[in-house]
C-alpha cells in the first residue's frame, strides 16, 4: 500500500476529543498514529479494539492515569514453594486480577532458581501472570553475586516470555558485610545501567526507595543520592519500602522531589495480618513499628482476627491520607500472598473494581506478541490457559477473523502442559465430588447434574469442578440450568455452552464486553459428550433443523460428521461498537475442533479413570465413555429467535423414548458387546470403535435416505443403558 | 502456524453435505480444502465468504452448473469505435450483467489496435469488463499473421490485467488466400498450443466450432476433425459459429461427440435483429438463411419491429428446441452490442436473473486478484469503478476487515482515470440538468434537490445524475428521500446515504446480500457538503449527540475535525450469515476519507465548473463552493433506534433559524468577503481558505468551550445566503 502520497494530501490537522478536551494534534494523511511502537506493528489485519491501550506500556498507562487524576493499585506476590502452591497462586492471580490493579510484581528468589523453567521460580510465575492470567507484571530481579552474562541471560529470557517490566533490586549480600565485585554489580543502579544498556528502552524499569533510609546507608539524605543516581541511570518508577505512618511516606516524596526525583513514587502499603508476621517482616526489614500500633497490638496479640482487623483498618486510614495529599499516584500493596487483608482494604478505599469491563469475553493474555489477538475458538471457554498454553509458539494470532485456511498447529499435550490441567483439587477431594465408585453410566450422569444444580450429591458432596470446568458455573450458563440439568440427566453431558444474544448493551453485566455505546451479540451453542445410541437419534432430528443448525459430532478416534458446508469457522459471539469495525471473538472452528477434541476426550482418562484402580469397574466405565461415546456442538445461526437447540434434544429424546416400531430397529445399540452385562474386559483396548461403525463413519446409519436402516440394532436393551 | 501435527490427529472422515445428498469425503485433519489453489492462496485473514466460488475458473464453473442441470447463457460483444462508445458499452455491461451472464465474450479486432491500452480496444474493454463491472469474460486473439512474440505479449498483458480466458481463433487471412507461415501460427490449434506451452494451464480456453463446417475447409469432416485436434491441444469448450435451426447444430453436437470431443458445445445464437445486419452478417460468415425464415423476413424487410419481433420468436423458439434436448448445456449470444433483444429471448426463456442475489452490498470485482476483497469505503459506493481503478495496484486486498494501520494508498487522479469519471452525458444535457446560467449558491442547491425528487427542474429537464452520481438514485436511498429532499433544499448538499438496519432477512430484495439465511445490519450513514456556517452550527448541535453520531469533517484544504477517538475505521455494513464469520463490507475509513475528499472536491470543478466560462458567474459560484464548502460524513452508531441523523440537521437548521440573541454573534458568515456582493472576483486564486478560519483548523470555533466564540462573524447577512 505504500505508494506515494497523492497530489494534494500533505499535512493535516486534525482535532480529536481527548477525555472530553479537544486537542489539536498535526499527523501525517496517511493517519498513522503518533505511537511509534503502533505503528512499526501494524497490518491491515491489526486489532480494531483497543488497540493502543494493548500496545501501552506500563509508564505510559500510569502517565494516563495520573493525567485523568485516576488513582491505580498494585500488588506484590513472592513465588510459591510447592507445585500445588504454584496452583494456587495463579488462582489467585485471577481472582486478585479481577480487581483491577494496574500491575502485579513477583519477588526474586536468589536461593530458589529463580530464572529458571521450575513452575515454582519467579520467572516462570511472572510468566504465567502475564501470558496466562493477562496481568501486567513486573519482575524482581536482584545482581548481587551475578556475572553480567547471568543478569543479561535472564533479562534475554524474560523478554522471550513477554515480560516487559523489571524491579532492578541489589539484593542482600550473601554474607554479612557487602563486598564490591569488579566485574559484577555492587548497586541496583548498576543494574539500571546495565539493562539500559543491553536492552535500550525495552523494559520499563523501577527501583526501590527507602522512606526512613536504606537500612546500609551512611545517612537518610545519602540514601535519597543513591535514589535519585538509580533514576538518572533509566529507572521509570519507584515503589517504597513499607512503612507505618503516612507522614514518612509525604516527608520523603517531598525530600525526592527537592533533590529533582520526578518519576512516580508508589507507597507500599502492608496490612497487619499477624504478629509473628509483622515482627518477621520487621525483623527482615529492619523496620522499627511505631509505639501506637504496637500499644494497640500487644493487648490482642493471641486474637488474630482482632489484628486483622486492625491491620485492615489501620491500612484504610493511612492510605486514605495518602490520596488525600494529592501526591500519590498509586498504592503498592505487599500482599504476603494473600487475599483477604489487601481486598478488604482496596473495597473500603473503593479502588476495587467489582465488575470490571471486559474489553472481549474471554480474559485476554498480557504477552505483547499477542496483543493483536481477538478471536478465539469457544472450545476452551472454560480452559482458557489451555488454549494460551497450546499456541503459545504461534508466530502470531488471529485478530478481526479467525479465518479459514491455515492449520492452526496447536501443541501438543504433554507433561509440563499437564500442570495447566491439573485440578487444584485433591485425588481425595475428587472421588468424593466424582463418585468413590462409579456402578454405571447413570452414575457419571449423576455427576453432571450435581455440577449443573449445585446440588450435593448422593455422597452428600458438592461437585464444584469437572475435568472439563476448573470452576463453578459461569454467571451467563445459569441462565440456561433448568435446560442443562434436564438433559444431563439423560445422558447429554454437557461442557460448554451459551446462550443466544441479540443486541444487548456492552455494558450488559453479564453478557456485555467491549467498549461502551455497542452492542453485543452470540449464536446459541452446546457442547456435550452422548452416546451413540443418542447421536443416531439426533442426526435424524437435525434433519428437521437444516440449514439452521450447525454441528460437528465426532468420536475419540476422530470420525466426523457435520452439516457444515466447508472448513469455515461459525462466529458465535461478536459485537457492534461506536466507531469501530466488527469484534467476533469467539469463532466455532471446525479445525480446531479436532485439536480440542483430543484433549477433551483426554480428560476423561486423565483427570477422571486414573484416579480409579486399574481394571476397576469405575475406571471401565469412564473408559467405555471416552471409547464410545461421541463430542457434539451444535449452533443455532438464528440468534434474533429463541434458541431451538433445546427442542433439538427434545425431538432427541422423543425419538429415543417411543415405541420400537416407531423409532425402527435402528436404535445403535451398542449390541456388539453382547452379553448386556456392563463393560465387558474386551473393552480395554483402547482403540475399540464405536460399536456398529465398523472401521468407517457414522455416516451410512440412517443419514442417506432419511430412514434408520438396520444396520446392526436390532433393537435388544442397550447393557448400558440411559437413566431413565 | 505450520507446526508438526498433534499425535492422534490423522486421516478425518469428513461427511458433508452437498446438494442434498450426502458424501463422505478423506480430508487431512489440519481442513485444508481440496482446491489446491484456493489452499495455496490462503492466509489466515482470506475472505470467509464464497471463497470458492470466487476462486472457481470458467471450466469449473461450467462443470458445476452442468452437474447440477442448471443452464447457463453468455454474451458477445465486439470493442466500440469511439470513447464514448465505451462508455455506453461499459453500461451496458453493468446492466446486462445483471441479469446473470456466466460469461461475456469481447472480439478481437485485428485493425483496431486490440492489445493496446486505448479506452476502446479488445484488451481494454475486456479488462474493464472484469475489473470494473465484476463480468467473468473471455478475451478473443487471433493469430494470422502474428509473430509468436507479439501473441506472448498479447497473453501476459491479458494476465496481467486479471483476464482468465481466451477464445483461441486464427482470425482473417490478410489477403484473400491464406499462407503457411514458418515462423507463426497457421491455425488455432498452433494458439492452443502456444497458450499451453508458454502459461501451461492459467488460461481456460475456448474455440470456435462450426455446425456447417468452415467456409473454407475441405469438407464437413475434415472440419470436425481440425476441431478435435483443437480440443485435443488443450481447448476448454467449444462456441460454435451461428446458425439459425436448432437440428443444425444438434446433428454437428452428435458428431463431434462421436469422433470424441468431449469438452461443452455452446451453441451460438442470433437473435435477428434487421434485414440490414442478417444479411451483412451472413454475408461475412458466408451462411445461408433458411428458405422458410427468408419467406417470413422478406415480406417484412422494412418494418424494423416486425422484423426484430420476428427475430425474437424464432431465437426464443430454436433455444426452447437445443435446451429441450437435454444436450446443450448454455446458450452463446452473439449480442451485437445491443441489449433489447438479447435480453428479451432470455427473459422469455426464464434465464434472465431479474434479481440475482449479490455476494456483497456493492459489485464484486471479477480479477483474481480481488478475489478475496470484500471491504471497502463507503464513500465510492456511488462511484464503485474509480475505487477500482485508485487501487488497481494495491498488492493484496482488505478482507475481513478494513483494518486500522496501514496507509491505503490510492491512485493519483490523472487522465486516464478521467475516462472513468466521464459522464455519459453530453456537455449540453448536463448543462440542462445543471444549470446553462447559475445565480447563487441556491441555483445549485435546486439541482440536487431536482435530483432527489426526480422532479423536473426550472429548465424543465430532470436531473438524472451529479457529478458524484452517475446513475438515479439507489432504491435503498429512496426509503430516504423525503429527508433528503428537505435537507439539500437548505443547502445540505447530500451525495451519499444510507438507513440503518437492524437486522433484515439477507434475501430481504432492497437490503439484502449474502448467503441466504443470514441477517444485514446497517448504521445510518449521510455524507454532504455544505457550508462553514453551516459547519459551525453542526458542530455545536453534534456535542448533544457524543458519542452516539461520529462525525469528519473536513474543506478542500485538509482541515479535518472529527470527534472519532483514532483513525480506525467504522463498520456501517455488515452480515451474519449461517455456518460463517461475520462479513463487514462497507466502512467508514477517516484515512481514506481524506484521499475521498480530493476526488469528491474535484469533482466539483472537473465536472461542473468547466462547463462554464472562465470567469463566468456560474464557475465562480462552484468554484467557491469548491473552495469554502466543507464534506460531511455522519454516522449513527446506535444502529437499532430510528436514525438519529435527520434529527441532528434539524438541530442545525432551527439554531441557524433562531434569532441573532439565541445564536450568538458566532454565525460563521464569510464576512471577509466584504462587499455583501456575489462571489467578488477576489475567489479567483484558488486556495482561498474558508474565511474566518485563517490559515489553522476551525477548531477553535465553538468547540472548546461549548459557546459559539464570536471570532470573526458579526451577524452581517452572507453575500451567499441560504436558500431559506
Not at 505511537?35 to 491489526?46: A, I, L, Q, V, Y
Not at 478471536?375 to 499456541?391: L, Q
Not at 499435550?413 to 477431594?429: C, E, G, Q, R, T
Not at 486423565?606 to 463430542?631: C, G, T, V
Request: with cysteine; hydrophobic share 35%; charged share 25%.
Amino acid at each position: 500500500y505504500m505508494l506515494p502520497k497523492p497530489q494534494g494530501l500533505t499535512m493535516v490537522n486534525q482535532v480529536q476529543r481527548v477525555d472530553g478536551s479537544w486537542q489539536t494534534s498535526k499527523s501525517d494523511s496517511s493517519g498513522a498514529s503518533n505511537s511509534g511502537e503502533s505503528s512499526k506493528e501494524s497490518s491491515r489485519c491489526s486489532t480494531p479494539l483497543l488497540d493502543a491501550d494493548r500496545s501501552d506500556r506500563l509508564r505510559e498507562k500510569m502517565r494516563k492515569r495520573m493525567e485523568s487524576g485516576d488513582p491505580w493499585f498494585s500488588l506484590e506476590f513472592f513465588p510459591p514453594r510447592t507445585a500445588s502452591g504454584a496452583v494456587n497462586l495463579i488462582s489467585r492471580f485471577d481472582r486478585m486480577g479481577s480487581g483491577g490493579p494496574l500491575f502485579i510484581d513477583i519477588t526474586w528468589h536468589p536461593a530458589g532458581d529463580p530464572g529458571s523453567n521450575k513452575e515454582t521460580s519467579s520467572m516462570m510465575i511472572a510468566s504465567t501472570a502475564v501470558n496466562y492470567c493477562g496481568l501486567e507484571s513486573v519482575l524482581h530481579l536482584t545482581c548481587s553475586n551475578q556475572s553480567q552474562e547471568t543478569i543479561t541471560g535472564y533479562l534475554t529470557k524474560a523478554k522471550q516470555l513477554g515480560l516487559k517490566n523489571i524491579m532492578a533490586l541489589r539484593g542482600d549480600p550473601l554474607g554479612t558485610d557487602w563486598e564490591d565485585e569488579e566485574e559484577g554489580f555492587n548497586y541496583a543502579t548498576d543494574l539500571v545501567k546495565h539493562i539500559r544498556s543491553e536492552f535500550d528502552d525495552y523494559f520499563d524499569i523501577c527501583v526501590a526507595g527507602y522512606p526512613t533510609g536504606h537500612p546500609e546507608a551512611q545517612s537518610y539524605a545519602e540514601d535519597l543520592q543513591h535514589l535519585k543516581e538509580k533514576v538518572d541511570a533509566g529507572a521509570d518508577f519507584i515503589i517504597t519500602q513499607l512503612f507505618f505512618r503516612a507522614d514518612t511516606f509525604l516527608k520523603f516524596l517531598r525530600d525526592c522531589r527537592a533533590i529533582g526525583i520526578t518519576v512516580p513514587i508508589l507507597p507500599g502499603v502492608f496490612p497487619i495480618q499477624g504478629y509473628q508476621s509483622l515482627r518477621q517482616l520487621v525483623k527482615l526489614s529492619k523496620l522499627e513499628v511505631p509505639e501506637e500500633i504496637m500499644e494497640v497490638i500487644e493487648p490482642i496479640k493471641d486474637n488474630d482476627a482482632a489484628i486483622r482487623s486492625y491491620g485492615i483498618h489501620q491500612a484504610v486510614e493511612m492510605c486514605r491520607v495518602l490520596l488525600d495529599s494529592g501526591a500519590v499516584p498509586g498504592l503498592h500493596f505487599y500482599t504476603l500472598n494473600r487475599e483477604v487483608a489487601t481486598t478488604e482494604v482496596l473495597r473500603q478505599l473503593g479502588l476495587w473494581i467489582e465488575d470490571p469491563r471486559r474489553p472481549l469475553p474471554w480474559a485476554t493474555s498480557a504477552n505483547p506478541k499477542r496483543k493483536v489477538e481477538d478471536v478465539r475458538p469457544i472450545f476452551w471457554a472454560s480452559r482458557p490457559k489451555s488454549y494460551i498454553y497450546r499456541t503459545q509458539d504461534w508466530d502470531d494470532f488471529p485478530n478481526g477473523r479467525w479465518g479459514n485456511s491455515s492449520s492452526p498447529a496447536f501443541g501438543e499435550l504433554n507433561d509440563y502442559y499437564l500442570f495447566y490441567l491439573k485440578s487444584k483439587s485433591s485425588k481425595d477431594a475428587l472421588l468424593k465430588m466424582w463418585g468413590e465408585e462409579l456402578t454405571s453410566e447413570t452414575s457419571v450422569f449423576e455427576v453432571f447434574t450435581s455440577y449443573i444444580t449445585a446440588q450435593v450429591n448422593r455422597g452428600g458432596h458438592k461437585v464444584m469442578c469437572l475435568p472439563w470446568n476448573d470452576d463453578a458455573l459461569a454467571t451467563e450458563t445459569n441462565l440456561l440450568k433448568d435446560e442443562l440439568e434436564k438433559v444431563n440427566r439423560r445422558g447429554v453431558l454437557t461442557i460448554n455452552s451459551q446462550p443466544n444474544i441479540n443486541g444487548k448493551p456492552s455494558s450488559d453485566p453479564i453478557a456485555g464486553w467491549g467498549p461502551a455505546g455497542g452492542y453485543v451479540f452470540q449464536k446459541a451453542y452446546l457442547e456435550f459428550f452422548t452416546s451413540s445410541e443418542n447421536v443416531t437419534a439426533l442426526l435424524k432430528v437435525l434433519k428437521k433443523y437444516e440449514p439452521r443448525v450447525n454441528y460437528h459430532i465426532v468420536n475419540v478416534q476422530g470420525h466426523n460428521m457435520t452439516n457444515a458446508q466447508d472448513m469455515q469457522p461459525n462466529a458465535v459471539t461478536w459485537g457492534i461498537f461506536p466507531g469501530r469495525e466488527i469484534v467476533q471473538p469467539t469463532v466455532v472452528d471446525p479445525v480446531s475442533f479436532m485439536y480440542w477434541k483430543d484433549e477433551a476426550f483426554a480428560l476423561w482418562i486423565e483427570q477422571w479413570a486414573k484416579l480409579y484402580e486399574d481394571e476397576s469397574p469405575s475406571r471401565m466405565i469412564i473408559k467405555y465413555i471416552h471409547d464410545n461415546y461421541f463430542l457434539v456442538n451444535l449452533v443455532d445461526n438464528d440468534f434474533p429467535l429463541d434458541s431451538c437447540l433445546w427442542q433439538v434434544l427434545d425431538d432427541m429424546f422423543e425419538l429415543l423414548d417411543a415405541p420400537p416400531e416407531v423409532v425402527g430397529d435402528g436404535a445403535l445399540a451398542p449390541v456388539a458387546l453382547g452379553d448386556g452385562a456392563l463393560a465387558p474386559v474386551g473393552l480395554g483396548d483402547g482403540a475399540l470403535a464405536p460399536v456398529a461403525l465398523g472401521d468407517g463413519a457414522l455416516a451410512p446409519v440412517g443419514l442417506g435416505d432419511g430412514a434408520l436402516e438396520p444396520v446392526v440394532g436390532d433393537g435388544a436393551p442397550q447393557p448400558l443403558s440411559a437413566s431413565q
